[in-house]
Structures are given as C-alpha cells and as structure tokens.
C-alpha cells in the first residue's frame, strides 16, 4: 500500500486508477502459481489485453514527466503485491484444516501494518516533522483539527474496505479472482470523477482527461472485463461436467456396477 499511495502522489489518481485495475489479472496469475487454478485461453488473452493497457499507461506516463514515470512504476509493483496479498489472504482463509475467520484476518493484518508504521513514524516522520508535516501543513493553511478528521475519515473508510474486501475472498463466488474484478469498476470511476473534480484546479496534466488515458483505461477495462466473463464460462463448465461425471456413476451404481477404488466400496468386492 505505501507504494501504492506513494505512487498515486507522483503520478495522479487518473494513471494510478488504470494501473491499479491490473490487480485482477495479478491475482489470477498469482493464483495459478500459488493456488494451482488453471486459466484457459481466453484468460491468458485477456492478461495480454491488459499488459498492452499497462504499456500504453506507462508510455503516456513517461510523455507527462519522470516523476509521473516513477510513481507509475512504483504503483506497478505495488500493485503486484496487493494482488499477491489477496491470494494469500484467500490462502488462509480458505486451505487447509485451520483456517482463519474474516475478523481474525482483518485484524492481524491490521495489527501488523500498524506496529511497521508506529516504527515508521518514530524514527523517521517524528525526526523529520517540520519538513515533511509541519511546513507544507501551514502552506496548505491546513490545522491540526482539520487533519486529525481527515485521518480519522480514512481510517473509517479502510475498515469498512477491509471488511468487505476479506468477506468477498472469503464468501463471493471467484474469490481473488472476483475481488479483482471489483477494481475494473474503481478504476472507471476514479478516473471520471478526478478528470472532472481536479483537473485544471490542482496539480498538473496528470489529473486530466487526455485521449491516450481514455485508450488505456478502455484497454485495461475490457481485459478485465474479458477474464471475468471467460472465468465465469470456465467455472460453469467445470460444474457441468462435475455435475455429468456425477450422474454416469450414479448410473452405473443403480445397474449393479461399483466404481473400483471407490473410498466407500473399497473394501467390497466387483459385483456384477
């Protein structure tokens, strides 16, 4: 997430959002190594889409500036992390004999971010306050109060994110997979509303609208798009032909035939 925030800083939500969308197809990748869930063609097709939106962004990125450039990068990566956060989360939760509630998930992670940025805070931000808080406060004619309800506003909107971001890996047909799907639509509508609430009234280009942006996030969307309806098609099938394996056996259990190796009928013999 830090560099995801760092990233969002340099190179303006409107790139941070298209890049971020890839999440998705971060966690379908992740999850083929990690979960061993396989990926038919139109998927792998679909993660080549969205590479190729990626490409356009950096590109464009490069064009606005190297700051821009860099904070791109750094959402890249960071967004490669987040993707694997969610296959593992989904790990804990759902493999295994031992698995983990939601509550339990929200809360260790929690507690785990927040000991690494106490550390953070302390020997770093307290020492550097004037530069890094104090100062640009005063330029903004932003006060304390103001900031602690900002702070506190953010910490609301993470904790009901958190909740439902783990109950979806949780309960929500696709797991990762779906999670990551939810980011196509944030991707969209950060991009609209920031085109329309910040550009040309704070920052700079890369807060508006430019039509190789509105090319990427098409790219990017439709990728994302594209892998969520092929990984629809792929789970019916695998039910439909569960559901027809089932069936066969059935029938042949009712004509007097046992399935050899059957753990029920293991001990029993052939009969006919």
């Not at 450039?69 to 694997?84: D, M």
């Not at 939601?102 to 931000?125: D, E, M, N, R, S």
């Not at 890996?169 to 779906?178: D, E, I, N, Q, V």
Request: charged residues 10%.
């Amino acid at each position: 997430q830090t560099l995801n925030y760092t990233g969002s800083i340099l190179a303006g939500p409107t790139i941070f959002a298209i890049i971020y969308s890839s999440v998705t197809i971060w966690t379908a990748v992740l999850s083929r190594i990690f979960l061993s869930r396989s990926m038919v063609l139109t998927q792998w097709s679909a993660v080549a889409i969205v590479f190729g939106g990626l490409v356009l962004t950096s590109f464009n990125s490069a064009m606005v500036g190297a700051e821009v450039f860099k904070g791109s990068l750094y959402v890249i990566i960071g967004s490669i992390f987040h993707a694997l956060m969610y296959v593992l989360s989904e790990a804990l939760m759902t493999v295994g004999e031992e698995r983990l509630t939601v509550p339990a998930t929200c809360a260790i992670q929690g507690l785990t971010a927040c000991t690494f940025l106490l550390f953070w805070q302390f020997f770093y931000t307290i020492p550097h306050w004037e530069d890094s808080i104090g100062f640009p406060m005063r330029e903004a004619e932003t006060t304390y109060m103001h900031a602690f309800k900002i702070l506190v506003s953010l910490s609301l909107s993470n904790v009901i994110h958190a909740y439902t971001f783990f109950h979806t890996l949780k309960h929500f047909p696709g797991g990762a997979t779906s999670a990551g799907v939810m980011k196509g639509l944030q991707a969209v509508l950060v991009f609209v509303f920031t085109s329309l609430v910040f550009c040309g009234k704070t920052g700079g280009l890369e807060m508006c609208f430019t039509p190789l942006k509105f090319v990427s996030l098409v790219v990017v969307v439709s990728g994302v798009g594209i892998f969520g309806k092929a990984s629809d098609w792929a789970s019916s099938t695998s039910t439909l032909s569960t559901s027809l394996a089932s069936s066969t056996l059935s029938m042949f259990n009712k004509g007097g035939y046992t399935r050899v190796g059957s753990s029920e009928f293991s001990s029993s013999p052939l009969t006919l």
